[in-house]
DNA sequence: CTGTTAGCGCTTTCAA
DNA sequence: TTGAAAGCGCTAACAG
């Protein structure tokens, strides 16, 4: 109908025009990025306002060689730990004023190409939380100055900083809960295709063992599930868990399989045998269940990727970082209480 | 050190040198858009892939006023439901090859913020899985030929469309269910401050018991839970539940806590009541839970939201559109067998 | 079929 | 402090 109203979209030529004066100084006025006084700059925000004008970020982002996006690889978005983790980095990155591209992959060919894409986009930042990333891919993102940061990823590649809990700590207050509670013939349950931190728990529970003076050749049982998650270790409980008398599980999911597979069987914790998990996932805490297990502070990691991420933003030549991050052992039904 | 490799990133304009063609040519080469011959086509693409050309999406998305980004809007990601929704979404935004941005918001302002930082992307489209947004921004989007779709929302904007789980015929299910399963006294658990979802459900499950002959005024208490999922509904417990045998509860949080809530209280289902959920997350199968629950779809609603999107994008200026996902009752262990 | 040209909307020197 | 002008990298209309 009437044409000056239909325009698709007001530009920064539009607000310019309107505050008379050039499309350079509403650039500045927004961006307070140069010079400028600040009666043109309150009148370019007030005509900015009245006209509704929006940056293009878009435009922004091609001028300035980076948008505002920073993109998050995850997997298995319906695991309750993976989906708080993920809600902990939404959090942190929206904090930060960024965008997030969130991108689930199934194989790490997606992975690949995923990362590929993000840097098509331009993204500040990369998040990795499942997989593990080629190096070349890596390293281009690297060259483009786009920083990548691993959460809970054996932290092998140059250039990229890690932040991960502190599985070993983790893995030693297991041990030294169970060894306490009277504990003497265990069990360690994992996954048959573990991740790097599962794999790191497990082997510092059995150095924390060794060093409380148990022979894990003989009184250390190794279970391993060969299904993911809940399922894995529910029929994990099907092994030969007799005569163990502490469990500690890589994750809250097989921990909480592995509890309701040995109820299906009758027995129960920690009359039967006691059981410690990793994660502290809302599940592990209901009234159902009440594991005592591992708390991850969710927050803390998503704290420290962006920290991570804001400072090689900075000076990008930074040597790779990684922090640790503290876990702490949250104690519930499942293992008595030792004082 | 040498100028040509330490080039920041491989344009159009490079391929196109190197093929030995215009900028424009590449451009068609790559999006099979515009007529070019079969060999040209192939000898551009290969050079591109020899350098290991990337399109730059920001400026491909400047030129053509669209990203290929999908805005998605969720709340609570960490519910279980809420996160398998979330993992459907973004199957199939990838599967038919966008990008997704995703957004947590926490309260309605954050809602309209991120709908304008998701139009100053150029987004294909937005999903919305909570909240109501203003009708005005919903607006700005439909003018700009952004497509909007709302999920379990109430379908009351026009020029977008929805996709809503039925919850009518859930509710009609779990009445059924209960009745044939001999209760004669009822209870519905809501949350005090729930989704629309929820109170369609409520409604729905009213009217069914009706129509069975039941007289709600006298056979039906309303359980109120005034805090959010599992804890809501392990407090309900505690409320007048005495003579109540058939529960029917709006999501499976609450119905998880509600159960447990009465464990603790040495009430079991079935034997003292019976309890029927909605959403069929994967804590209800598990075996210290086996609750009877309706099942929504997650994969069906997340294809009916992009081929929504897509419809529109085809075609703005369509009518309205809403579909009704099915939903199926899942008989486990909270409600006996009926035959 | 291919090249030229004119933008998309914004940022950023460089002069004035 | 401000404006003019030159891009960022790509697409699309228009000639040829």
Not at 117 to 127: E, L, M, P, Y
Not at 155 to 168: E, F, H, T
Not at 185 to 207: C, D, P, Q, V, Y
């Amino acid at each position: 109908m009437n044409g000056a109203r239909t325009k698709q979209n007001i530009t920064a030529q539009d607000v310019a025009r309107k505050a008379g004066v050039s499309r350079a100084v509403v650039s500045r006025a927004l961006s307070n990025n140069g010079s400028i006084s600040p009666d043109t700059r309150a009148r370019v925000l007030q005509v900015a306002e009245e006209l509704g004008y929006q940056v293009n970020f878009l435009a922004q982002g091609l001028n300035r060689r980076r948008s505002h996006l920073i993109g998050v690889i995850v997997s298995h978005i319906s695991d309750p730990f993976r989906s708080s983790l993920l809600d902990g980095l939404l959090r942190e990155i929206q904090r930060h004023g960024f965008q997030a591209l969130v991108t689930e992959i199934h194989n790490e060919q997606e992975l690949a190409e995923t990362l590929r894409n993000f840097t098509q986009f331009r993204v500040s930042g990369v998040i990795v939380t499942s997989g593990k990333p080629p190096e070349a891919l890596v390293n281009q993102c690297v060259q483009q100055q786009i920083p990548v940061v691993g959460i809970n990823r054996q932290p092998d590649i140059p250039g990229v900083d890690y932040v991960c809990s502190d599985n070993v700590a983790g893995a030693v207050l297991a041990a030294e809960q169970l060894v306490k509670g009277g504990c003497r013939r265990f069990g360690w349950l994992n996954n048959n295709n573990s991740t790097w931190a599962g794999r790191m728990r497990g082997e510092a529970f059995i150095l924390a063992l060794q060093q409380r003076g148990v022979d894990t050749l003989q009184d250390l049982v190794m279970l391993i599930a060969t299904e993911e998650g809940y399922e894995g270790g529910f029929q994990a409980a099907v092994q030969k868990t007799e005569g163990i008398q502490g469990i500690f599980c890589a994750n809250a999911q097989l921990a909480c399989g592995f509890l309701d597979g040995m109820r299906q069987r009758g027995k129960n914790a920690p009359d039967d045998f006691q059981l410690i998990g990793f994660d502290n996932t809302p599940q592990t805490a209901q009234y159902s269940y009440q594991l005592t297990t591992l708390h991850q502070d969710v927050s803390e990691i998503s704290r420290q990727a962006l920290a991570h991420l804001l400072a090689r933003t900075r000076n990008p030549a930074h040597p790779s970082q990684i922090s640790w991050v503290n876990v702490s052992l949250i104690h519930r039904r499942t293992s008595p209480s030792t004082q």
